[in-house]
């Protein structure tokens, strides 16, 4: 089952500085506050003894885990975004920058022709 199915199937709920929030509701949070929201998950995961093999996890144990990965998925994804997001900018930076001297080169050759030679690419 995927895990945010899970999640809203148990109506998950993370406490964070804003309050509650629902699953959906993480989205909005600065990826500083979810990794936040994650190390303090990880954290508690850790503290509640879930590291053996030898002992069954509890419900609480699992629900810590699923509301980890949840946050590390959402953060990870809101991180692949804006990376993402950032090489757009810079590719469609390059093209304008592109563009701008395509049109530049035009221009010089325009400049080199005689008035009467202009007159008779008019359209």
Same mark, same amino acid.
């Given at each position: /089952?995927s895990?945010?199915?899970?999640?809203?199937?148990?109506r998950? #709920?993370?406490?964070?500085?804003?309050?509650?929030?629902?699953?959906?509701q993480?989205? @909005? &949070?600065?990826?500083?506050? &979810?990794?936040?929201?994650?190390?303090?998950?990880n954290?508690?995961?850790?503290?509640s003894?879930?590291?053996?093999? &030898?002992?069954?996890?509890?419900?609480?144990?699992?629900?810590?885990?699923?509301?980890?990965?949840?946050?590390?998925?959402?953060? #990870?994804?809101?991180?692949? /975004?804006?990376?993402?997001?950032?090489?757009?900018?810079?590719?469609?930076?390059? @093209?304008r920058r592109?563009?701008?001297?395509?049109? #530049?080169?035009k @221009?010089?050759?325009?400049?080199? &022709?005689?008035?009467?030679?202009?007159?008779? /690419?008019? #359209?």
């Open positions: /089952m895990i945010y199915k899970e999640a809203s199937r148990k998950i #709920r993370f406490e964070t500085k804003r309050g509650a929030l629902t699953v959906e993480l989205w @909005n &949070l600065a990826e500083s506050e &979810l990794d936040s929201l994650a190390v303090e998950l954290k508690q995961y850790k503290e003894g879930s590291e053996s093999f &030898l002992t069954e996890t509890t419900d609480g144990d699992k629900v810590l885990k699923l509301k980890f990965d949840v946050v590390l998925d959402v953060l #990870r994804t809101k991180v692949d /975004m804006a990376k993402a997001a950032q090489v757009k900018r810079e590719a469609d930076e390059h @093209n592109i563009d701008e001297l395509i049109v #530049r080169k @221009n010089q050759e325009f400049e080199g &022709l005689s008035i009467e030679e202009l007159e008779k /690419m008019r #359209r």
